[in-house]
Structures are given as structure tokens and as C-alpha cells.
């Protein structure tokens, strides 16, 4: 049973703030990783569990400072760094927290091994990370720059790591823990569970409005495509989900 | 015309000091790449060239002390990426100095995308090594450490990303920078060129004699399986191989 678990950038740091976390998030979310993942796996205490976080304060400002996006590009390397950088910084906080908590993470930099060819498909080739659960470690991934044929590196966002992750081990659940807690209809109020997007379409102003709802839509369209279920959630769920619980909304996806 | 270059650790770095660059050894290389990178290239000023990099003083006194080897894994997470870190802080100082000479230098950590299975066979995907190059782009890799089947994190040699490397590129051309100035027969002489392992077996000790002569035996072999020429040369050299001479030894391999 593989788990891949999105800790939004949102969540674990201060986005008002330049490289801050916000620790008492994240700290209250890494102990509720490292409780499921001590109680999971083939009785080892060694769950099979990977984590990617997105970039929240460490990346987005950084990228935004250089004018780099997911489509816009640099070829400009000490740039692409400085953005890398940041984010391994916040990784490396992730990582060694929970090693301060008895789980056994590894650090995963898309940079080195996420590329994209001219049309956006990402290429994320997964054996190292599969064979780190197999180990019994806790791979971490993160948001990151990466390398896009034509247009030099570009942000591959923490969400698009976890979808091609989800795809390629494959995994068996995921789950997004953001600071909602889950897709909100018209009224604000959490809706169960996706089947198609129509669904949602309405609460979500349609397929035009996907900067509108903060890419609530986008998000929901990619997961819906995902050949496994997928859980969002605000972080006050996410005992319930690593439980096995269906906290939030399910997107059921593939189910 | 791809080149992958190594640059051994025992030149970049003062071996007898745990974390200490030999400045001016690494200054020196370092321009050379930087001149050939920008004379390189299809007239844009980026020459296709990917450096490998070695531990030297920075990896080997972090495994040495955690007892981690190419065949001795630790499960334990911390172990591992300590040091992994190290040998990111070397990198960093690379690409940080080929930034200054104009390089576009990317950082490409081994423990992010290669693994081994349990009979030791390497897994290194490099499409996203491919994009930097074709990008215009200067991977920088390293030693590092790296997943196996069955064994945990053990040590990755810098000789084996560059033979994984020039593999599945493909490279035309690969060079190591090392302190010797080439394969050196009975008498300390640099030996030309070698086209099988016959012709140099006396001097180098015979294939049971790869510890004594500090693993030149088990490099030969190694190289001369790889379907492109390699160049063993000292640092003085560097320039000479980047401008297409042949110093040093030639490991004729698949020629």
C-alpha cells in the first residue's frame, strides 16, 4: 500500500514572508508523518510512504523575483540555482525534521532526474525512488526547477511531481494536504466526492476560471485523471488521512 | 561533439584535510573548462561538455567515518544523506565558480536519479541531462550516494556516473582528470595507448593487483568496455584534451 502525500507549500511555510517557515505547521504535520509511517509497512516500522511539499515562501519568491514560471524559462544556470537552491533549503528542513522524528527520509531533487520535452510531458523517471520505499526509506520530493526542451529550466510545481509519482510507482492513495479543507462548492462548503468535473464545474466558474480559483479547477483535472484516488484536505485531516480515512474531498479518479 | 570530462577528487580537493579544496588546483581546471565551454559548441558559445566530479576530501571522510562503501549500504537516513550533503557542498563550490567564469552550470546529485539493483547493475536515467546539454546547459555531476536492492545507500564513484554517462548519452570523447599523468608502466612511464587489458597487465599488477595500484587495474577494464575513446591525463593536460589532443594515455576501447 504506497502512499504519496503532498504537503502544500502553504501549509509548512509563511508565504507573506521571504524563506520562513511557518514551524508550527510544519512541525505538527511531520508528526503526524512520522506516527503513520513508524504504524505502517510490512510490520519493519518502516511505512511505504513518499512526501513531496511544494515551495510556498523558499521557491515562489525566488522564482518570481527572476521572472521564471512554469511555461517562462530561463537559460540563465545561476538563476535556475538560486531558485533550486531555496528549495532544497526547505527540503532539507523537511528532511532533517523528520529524521529528528525516527523516519528514515531521503532527499529527491527533481532537478536531477525531472525533465520536459517541447510540449510540457514530463519525463520523471521513478526506479531510484521505488526502490528507496523498498529500502525502507521516506523519499521526499519537492516543487523544483527542470529542464524543458526550448526553453530552458522552468518550475515544476510540487503537484505535478506528485501526479507523475502517483502514475509511475504506482501509488495506491494520494493525498494533498493544503490549508483548505478541500474543493469548496458555491457555498463554501466541502464537497464528499468528484467523479467528473462536471460535477464541480459550477462552483469552480467552469474550465475558463482556473486562475480565479486558485487552480482548484486545473487541480481537479488532473487528478480526476489519475488512475488512483486522490484525497484534499486542510492539515487539521491529515491524521485522518495517513489513518486511512477519507477526510476533505475524494477525487475518485480512476476508482 | 559531447564530451564528458571527470575531474578526480584527489585534484580538486586537499585529500589530507576532511572538507578542504585545493583552491588553486580547482581555480586552474576550472578555467580550462571555461574557455573550452566557450570556444565549444555549435558557434553559441556553449559547448556540449558534462563534468563528473570526484569526492576527494569531502565524500570519502563522511563515508569512511559512517562505514559506507560501494558494496557496504547503511539503511540508516541520516548516515546517508550526510554524506550526500557533503558532496553537495563540493558541487556547489564547482558550479558556483564556473558561474563566475560565464559557465552555465546545473547541479545533478547521482542520489536523486541513480540506483543499482541487488547484483550491483546501474540504473542512470539521463533524458534530463540530454535537455540541459541540448539547452545549453553544463551538468555538473558527482560521486555520491546511491539506493540498491537488498543493501541500502552505498558510495556511487564518480568513475562509474561518467562510464554510466558516456554510455547513454552517448559521449564522443571522455577524459579523466587525474594526479598521475596517465597509465604508468613497470618503469613509471605513461603509457601511450592501451587497446586491451593484455597490454598493460604486467605493470598495472595483473587483474587480481586493482587495490595495490589504487584501482587502475579495474579503471582500464572499465574503460576500455565503453564503445568511445578515453583519455587518462594529469591536470596539465587539461587544457590539451579540451582543445582534441590526446594527452596522457588513450584507452582505445570501441575505436
Given amino acids: 500500500m504506497t502512499t504519496v502525500l503532498k504537503l502544500g507549500g502553504s501549509v509548512i511555510t509563511n508565504k507573506d514572508s521571504p524563506e520562513t517557515l511557518d514551524e508550527t505547521a510544519l512541525d505538527s504535520a511531520l508528526d503526524a508523518v512520522a506516527d503513520a509511517w513508524q504504524e505502517g509497512g510490512d510490520g519493519d516500522g518502516r511505512g511505504d510512504l513518499a512526501i513531496v511539499h511544494g515551495g510556498g515562501s523558499f521557491g515562489h519568491h525566488h522564482a518570481a523575483e527572476r521572472g521564471v514560471t512554469a511555461t517562462e524559462g530561463t537559460r540563465n544556470a545561476r ?26 527520509a531521503l532527499p529527491v531533487g527533481a532537478l536531477s532526474v525531472a525533465s520536459r520535452d517541447a510540449d510540457g510531458a514530463l519525463d520523471l523517471p521513478t526506479r531510484g525512488v521505488e526502490r528507496m520505499l523498498a529500502e525502507g526509506f521516506c523519499p521526499v520530493l519537492h516543487g ?17 511531481v506528485v501526479v507523475a509519482l502517483a502514475r ?13 479543507p478541500g474543493v469548496l462548492d ?25 486562475d480565479v480559483t486558485g487552480g482548484m479547477a486545473g487541480k481537479v483535472r488532473t487528478l480526476l485523471a489519475l488512475p488512483v484516488p486522490a484525497h484534499v484536505f486542510g492539515p487539521d485531516e491529515l491524521d485522518a488521512f495517513l489513518d486511512g480515512d477519507s477526510p476533505g474531498t475524494l477525487v475518485a479518479g480512476g476508482e
Same sequence: chains 1, 2.
Avoid: F, K, W
Avoid at 538563476?79 to 528514515?104: C, K, T, Y
Fill in 79 to 104: 538563476d535556475a540555482v538560486a531558485i533550486h537552491d531555496a528549495m532544497s533549503r526547505l527540503n532539507r528542513e523537511v528532511v532533517g525534521r523528520l529524521h529528528d522524528r525516527g523516519v528514515d
Fill in 144 to 160: 523544483d526547477g527542470a529542464v524543458q526542451s526550448g526553453v530552458g529550466v522552468t518550475i515544476l510545481s510540487g503537484d505535478d
Fill in 168 to 180: 509511475s510507482l504506482p501509488a495506491d492513495r494520494v493525498g494533498l494536504c493544503s490549508t483548505v
Fill in 186 to 210: 458555491g457555498d463554501g462548503a466541502v464537497v464528499d466526492r468528484i467523479d467528473r468535473l462536471s460535477d464541480v464545474e459550477g462552483a469552480l466558474g467552469g474550465s475558463d476560471a482556473t
